[in-house]
Nanobody, 126 residues
């Protein structure tokens, strides 16, 4: 299994970024996927998730209306469109694969994931 994130960078408050995660090495359409972030000095926190088919999505409260998760089951890609970014969004963002085929719910434990990408840094600053 390989998960490779890209798209991070430095952006001013109010700006936008689109993160991408390229997945390989497993049957992509069998598993839900999530984005998880880790801010400096803090633990990892779940941000958003999408089920294996792409129709069901959940978000943590503080990104609702600003972030959109999506997936392309032909290209084996997961995306996170981030708009109206705030300095508090500064973190390393990780793509994560759910361990159990077909399992998916909101605000999952970090124990639900068996593979992680290397992360991509997002810095929101003026």
């Amino acid at each position: 299994v390989q998960l490779v994130e890209s798209g991070g960078g430095l952006v001013e408050p109010g700006g936008s970024l689109r993160l991408s995660c390229a997945a390989s090495g497993f049957v992509f359409t069998d598993y839900a996927m999530s984005w998880v972030r880790q801010a400096p000095g803090k633990g990892r926190e779940w941000v958003a998730g999408v089920n294996n088919g792409g129709a069901n999505k959940y978000y943590v409260t503080f990104v609702k209306g600003r972030f959109t998760i999506s997936r392309d089951n032909v290209k084996n890609m997961v995306y996170l469109q981030m708009n109206n970014l705030k300095p508090s969004d500064t973190a390393v963002y990780y793509c994560a694969k759910w361990t159990t085929r077909g399992r998916f719910y909101s605000n999952p434990s970090l124990d639900e994931y068996d593979h992680w990408g290397h992360g991509t840094q997002v810095t929101v600053s003026s």
